[in-house]
């Protein structure tokens, strides 16, 4: 089974691509997903029939593939900041998109945004006050 901790421990293992595409286990696509997911590889991209064509999901340039790994029920194709999930029994496909934390930045100026925009921080005059 594919958990939160596994997924965690694919995306720090395989944080770079293969200095090779002949390195990656293209095999495991046609043993495994080939008939369920319409599988096809060209010199530059992989193809998923069993995804929607829209989805940027749908092809994937090999050379962006980070590695093709074999689980119980799923084979995992491993993208920098995504895993998809191919069934090996039927043609299910699930997505796994890793979230970036937000920078120190980025927390710094949400923070000093929300507390300019808080009511609690202005100033309310009453006429008893004036």
């Not at 090779?20 to 991209?45: C, K, Q, T, W």
């Not at 119980?72 to 191919?86: P, Q, T």
């Not at 090996?88 to 949400?110: E, F, Q």
């Amino acid at each position: 089974m594919v958990t939160k901790k596994v997924i965690d421990k694919i995306y720090r293992q395989f944080n770079h691509p293969p200095q090779s595409v002949d390195e990656l286990n293209i095999g495991l696509l046609f043993d495994y997903a080939i008939e369920n997911h319409g599988i096809v590889i060209d010199e530059n991209d992989l193809y998923i029939g069993s995804v929607d064509p829209k989805s940027p999901f749908a092809v994937l340039p090999l050379d962006r593939i980070h590695e093709i790994l074999e689980f119980e029920d799923v084979i995992a194709i491993v993208l920098h900041s995504s895993i998809v999930f191919l069934n090996k029994n039927n043609s299910n496909v699930h997505v796994h998109i890793r979230m970036a934390a937000p920078s120190l930045w980025s927390r710094i100026k949400s923070r000093l945004f929300n507390r300019r925009k808080s009511p609690r921080n202005e100033i309310m005059l009453t006429d008893e006050a004036m």
